[in-house]
């Protein structure tokens, strides 16, 4: 890993969160001392030189007031009436939560929003791999009185115009809901002072019948709905768990004795980790992981959406797989490229940047 560069251009100099579309070449800055502290996307086809968009995202709420926007998740379909677009869900505090369609960067345009019953701060969310259901944290409910515990909301966003709300789902537990993150049917959170706290949502056909299955608390002085603990946490595909504590620092758990089955040892879950290194100069390792055996076909791709080669095409055992890219072998000019892994269930993609 090596740092491309810094920006501090066109009067950039806060930012409260950046996120980004894998699938896409463009980082979204959220919370920034410049568009108007809204949603602002920028060009990264270039990481050594970054470029701020046409147009940011910042709709009045209020005669002069401005939609400040927390946290995002950005996803581009690749499936049913919106495939090809790129969607930002975008947690705005107070405001709530407001989907917005990303694709044209020069026309940033609001698609649906939601407020909720007990909103008091739309902080962060998820997204489920079919696209279907955003999970909601709301980082104020419980400290403000409006819930007795941590709380986890559950919206409906099949039509993307009309997200609506089907429930929530609670542990039990006092303390404040932070950051989540999914890995396919489990969801993880990091809740600050209960921990990590992670839950199975896929265990019925209803969406909000979601079961706690694995914790482990960080701070264990107490589970008060106060700021300490745990509020950051990241997965990778092979199960294993990393989590940032304020007071005591990072985590990395092995989850394998809660996602596992029986005594099969980790319960690997499939997908495609992003490639290393990148950007790429003489080569880099692509990894993706099998739950199961089944086949798999990972195929390189160029900016301009044309099929450059096969990279892997047949069945995979379950556990990691690593296959070697090397651009100048096969003759490919500095750029961007793009790898697709596809297998059941699975169809990610990961932004390359080759350069000479």
Avoid at 193 to 199: A, C, Q, V
Avoid at 247 to 257: E, K
Avoid at 270 to 299: C, D, H, K, W
């Amino acid at each position: 890993m090596s740092l491309a560069q810094t920006v501090m251009t066109d009067g950039l100099r806060t930012v409260h969160t950046i996120r980004t579309n894998e699938a896409g070449d463009h980082i979204y800055l959220c919370g920034a001392n410049v568009g108007s502290r809204g949603l602002v996307p920028y060009d990264v086809s270039d990481p050594a030189h970054p470029v701020p968009g046409p147009s940011a995202w910042s709709p009045e709420y209020a005669p002069g007031r401005t939609i400040y926007v927390h946290d995002v998740v950005v996803r581009t379909y690749t499936s049913g009436p919106v495939a090809g677009r790129e969607i930002a869900f975008c947690c705005c505090g107070p405001q709530g939560l407001y989907i917005v369609d990303v694709t044209d960067k020069r026309a940033l345009r609001t698609i649906g929003t939601l407020t909720y019953e007990n909103l008091e701060y739309c902080h962060y969310g998820w997204l489920s791999d079919d696209g279907l259901t955003f999970y909601l944290g709301d980082e104020l409910d419980e400290s403000r009185g409006r819930v007795s515990s941590s709380t986890t909301y559950v919206v409906d966003v099949a039509d993307l115009s009309a997200p609506r709300l089907l429930g929530s789902f609670t542990n039990g537990n006092s303390a404040i809901d932070h950051n989540l993150v999914g890995a396919g049917r489990y969801l993880l959170q990091a809740n600050y002072r209960s921990g990590l706290r992670i839950f199975d949502v896929e265990r019925g056909g209803d969406r909000t019948d979601v079961a706690e299955i694995g914790w482990f608390d960080t701070y264990p002085d107490d589970d008060l709905p106060n700021f300490a603990g745990l509020w950051g946490v990241h997965w990778l595909p092979s199960g294993t768990i990393i989590a940032s504590d304020m007071q005591r620092g990072l985590f990395v758990f092995d989850a394998s004795a809660v996602l596992g089955v029986g005594g099969e040892g980790p319960r690997f879950v499939t997908g495609f980790e992003a490639p290393y290194p990148n950007p790429i100069r003489s080569g880099a390792t692509l990894t993706f992981v099998m739950q199961t055996e089944g086949p798999v076909r990972l195929s390189l791709f160029d900016s301009g959406g044309r099929r450059r080669e096969t990279l892997f095409d047949g069945s995979a055992a379950r556990g990691y797989h690593r296959v070697a890219f090397e651009p100048g072998k096969l003759d490919l000019p500095a750029g961007v490229y793009f790898a697709r892994f596809e297998a059941p269930g699975r169809d990610e993609s990961r932004r390359m940047v080759v350069i000479r």
